[in-house]
Structure formats: structure tokens, C-alpha cells
């Protein structure tokens, strides 16, 4: 960690301890852009796991920030609602008028059906037919980078890997596919001046060119016969093929930051983690078969979604507290994976951990992440090629975060390769 890094990191730990519990705002984009959220949750886990902020930029929520806490709250669906309507999966409300449900945002039995449209695309079939490709494709990215010099690993690999990917998954121009990215981060991005958006009423501009552009997909989709991308399968599905544009553009930005951020963040966090724990980057160099359960790792390490949100439909008790019907709850995943109740020496990077799929970063119950297997083929293959290719990828500097409680990622992060 470099001086700046570790006096950041002294200082969050100094505010964590002496700030009152009933101040702390957690999910404060501030503290994940200058990753010093670290100290907070751990005090509210040893403290006050289960803890009421009253007031902040995104109104007032609650914290579950145990493991087994968030575990019963993820899979209780009859009292924890995910429905777009009563603001959805994030921390951050939308107005009311820009609500748009897709299934990650709806309650069974919707969220059932038109799951299970788009499904078949991460079969385990399907997922056999795409490892080839995946794999060609992750190649290619790596044969193409200079040796020995330094550049920004997360436009050059993390992003473009996945982007292929995605645009393989939507069948969408192939030589636009940057498109997908772009509109990736604005639908994430908090509107601020001089961010990515700077007022809602732009993000929502660019938002209704991505559904005019898959709009006019649709429209070829869903006159030619059905075929396996996602689009014919939402355009044909019994469930999806009557949808408002509004729901098709929730489902389509569901499955493009489902498919773009979780899996990019991951590639440029394990990067990362490897160099931040040299002992473990030795031990996959000496020992390539650990791949399988060094993804699981940085998947848990990662956790590139930081958090999941609900709303209660009922009074309920969670964790010796009363949350009231109406109350925003918000499964903080990134601490229950460093919660040492349930997982192990939490703060160490293990690549040979005896239980490496104990994590939270893909969620639980029936909104369980659609793609985990593939977010996971596509980490493993990446892994393999690049140590076919490479003896080291150096981290030559600090990466620049996102600014965002929600996804946990990387804007850029410097590296030099060194060749085998």
C-alpha cells in the first residue's frame, strides 16, 4: 500500500472509532471512491450490526452488515421486496416517474417468468459452447499488449473483455460493443458536476438512446425466428414479449451491468489483490490447478456490488431490531464478506481457501446472480491465458476507484507486464 493509501487508511480507522454510531453514513460514495468504508463496517459489525442511518444525501436506511443477517434477509422475498416501484435494488432512490421494473427489480411470481426467459443463455450447455470463444477472444486482448510498458489494464483488458462478451450475449454490433460500456457506467453513475452524468435529466437522455437502440433490435429480433441472444429470447418469450419499453429498457440495463461490472471490477481486482499479497501471486505461479478456487476469492474479495437493497412490507425483527414497513434495508454484501463470524481469517487473500464459494458477492435466495457461472468461466479462462503469457502484471500505481456505494470497481488501474 503506498504513504497516501495508508494514511487515508489510518485516518478512516480514527473517524470510524470516534465518530458516534448514530452518524455514521456507510454507504457514503466518498468512502468507496477512497476505499476507507473498510473500518466502518467493521465497527458496525462488532457494534451495532443492524444499524439505522437517519438522515443522508439518499434519506434514511438500514444496515445489516452480518453475514447470516443478510443471509435472512435475501431470502426472505415475502417480507424484503425488490419491486422497482418501492424504489428498487439500490440505496439511491429514483423518482417515481423513472422507476423501470426488469426482473431483479420485481417479486415473484413476474420475477419468476421472465427470469427464466433470459436463463437459458448461461446454461451450463450454453456455457460450453462459449468457453472456445472466450477464451480465443481473451488471447487475442493479451497477445495485443505491450510488454514492459506501463497501461491502464482496465480499458485494455477488463473492459474489453467483457464487452465482447456482452455484445456476443446481446448479439449487437460487434465494432459498437463500447456502446454497452458506456451505457454500463451511466446507469450506475450518481448525476454530479463534472461526473459522467452531471444531471438526472441527462442520464436519462443517454439512457433513451440505449432504447432506441435496442429498440431497433428488437424490432429485427422479433421478426425472424427466435434465436439464442438475449434479445430474441426476451423479443419471443411468453413473459417478456409484451413488455412496456420501459421494462425492456430495466431488463436490458439489468443484463448489461449484470454482465459488464461484476465481471470487469473482478478482473482488475484480482489484478490487484494478487499484487497487494505477493505470498498468494508465488503460490498460483507455482501451482496454476488453484485458478477455480483463486476466483471464487476475488469474487468474495472483490464483492464489485457493494450492496443490494429492500423494502420492508411488513413490521419485522432482524437482528434484535425492529424494521418498520416501508423502511429501506440495505444488505451491505461487501462486509458481510469480511464477516469473521462466518468466514475465516475475512481480511486475508487466501487463493487455496478450504471453502472459497462461502461468499456473498452473487447474493442469495431467487435474485441469486443469473450469470455467476459465467462471470466465473470468464475470470477462470482470463487467469489460465495470462499466466500461458506473462511471469507478472505489476501494479504500477494506486487505482483510480468508482465513485459509488453501489458498484464497487475501477476507473483505471496502471500495470506493466513482464513476459514469461
Known amino acids: 500500500m503506498a504513504d497516501g493509501a495508508m494514511k487515508l487508511a489510518d485516518e478512516a480507522r480514527a473517524r470510524a472509532y470516534s465518530m458516534p454510531l448514530d452518524e455514521f453514513h456507510p454507504g457514503d460514495p466518498e468512502l468507496f471512491r477512497t476505499d476507507t468504508h473498510w473500518p466502518f463496517f467493521e465497527r458496525l459489525r462488532r457494534e451495532d450490526p443492524v444499524h439505522w442511518c437517519r438522515d443522508s444525501e439518499f434519506g434514511p ?91 491502464d489494464w482496465v480499458d485494455a483488458v477488463s473492459i474489453e473483455l467483457t464487452t465482447q462478451m456482452l455484445a456476443t450475449l446481446f448479439d449487437y454490433p460487434f465494432e459498437r460493443r463500447r456502446e ?53 429470447m426476451l423479443a419471443h418469450g411468453e413473459a417478456t414479449r409484451n413488455m412496456t419499453p420501459d421494462e425492456y429498457l430495466g431488463n436490458v440495463i439489468l443484463l448489461i451491468v449484470g454482465g459488464n461490472d461484476t465481471t470487469r471490477n473482478s478482473i482488475s481486482g484480482g489484478v490487484l489483490a494478487l499484487n497487494q499479497n505477493p505470498d498468494q501471486y508465488g503460490k498460483l505461479r507455482a501451482n496454476p490447478a488453484l485458478i477455480p478456487s483463486m476466483v471464487s476469492e476475488i469474487i468474495r474479495w472483490q464483492t464489485p456490488l457493494a450492496h443490494m437493497r429492500r423494502t420492508a412490507l411488513e413490521d419485522v425483527e432482524v437482528g434484535g431490531k425492529t424494521i418498520k414497513k416501508g423502511d429501506k434495508v440495505v444488505m451491505w454484501y461487501v462486509s458481510g464478506n469480511r464477516d469473521d463470524d462466518v468466514i475465516a481469517e475475512p481480511n486475508r487473500f487466501i487463493i487455496d481457501r478450504e471453502r472459497p464459494r462461502q461468499h456473498l458477492s452473487f447474493g442469495f435466495g431467487i435474485h441469486r446472480c443469473v450469470g455467476n457461472r459465467l462471470a466465473e468461466l470468464q475470470l477462470k479462462i482470463v487467469w489460465e491465458e495470462i499466466l500461458k503469457r506473462f511471469s507478472f502484471v505489476e501494479v504500477m500505481g494506486e487505482p483510480r476507484r468508482v465513485r459509488s456505494s453501489f458498484v464497487k470497481g475501477y476507473e483505471t488501474l496502471p500495470v506493466r507486464l513482464h513476459a514469461r
Open 61 to 151: 436506511y438500514w444496515s445489516v452488515t452480518r453475514y447470516n443477517d443478510i443471509m435472512a434477509v435475501d431470502t426472505n422475498h415475502q417480507v424484503f421486496s425488490s419491486a422497482a416501484a418501492l424504489g428498487g435494488i439500490t440505496i439511491r432512490d429514483v423518482r417515481p416517474d423513472l422507476r423501470r421494473p426488469s426482473f431483479i427489480a420485481m417479486d415473484p411470481p413476474r420475477h419468476d417468468v421472465q427470469r427464466k426467459t433470459v436463463s437459458p443463455v448461461v446454461s451450463p450447455a450454453n456455457l460450453q459452447v462459449l468457453e472456445p470463444l472466450i477464451r480465443e477472444r481473451a488471447g487475442r486482448i493479451l497477445d495485443a499488449l505491450p510488454v514492459g510498458e506501463t497501461f
Open 180 to 232: 454497452l460500456t458506456h451505457w454500463s457506467d451511466v446507469a450506475t453513475a450518481i448525476p454530479m458536476p463534472g461526473g459522467l452524468v452531471e444531471t438526472e435529466d441527462a442520464k436519462q437522455a443517454e439512457l433513451m438512446e440505449c432504447l432506441a437502440s435496442f429498440t431497433e433490435l428488437w424490432n429485427q429480433r422479433v421478426n425472424a425466428p427466435p434465436a439464442g441472444d438475449l434479445i430474441s
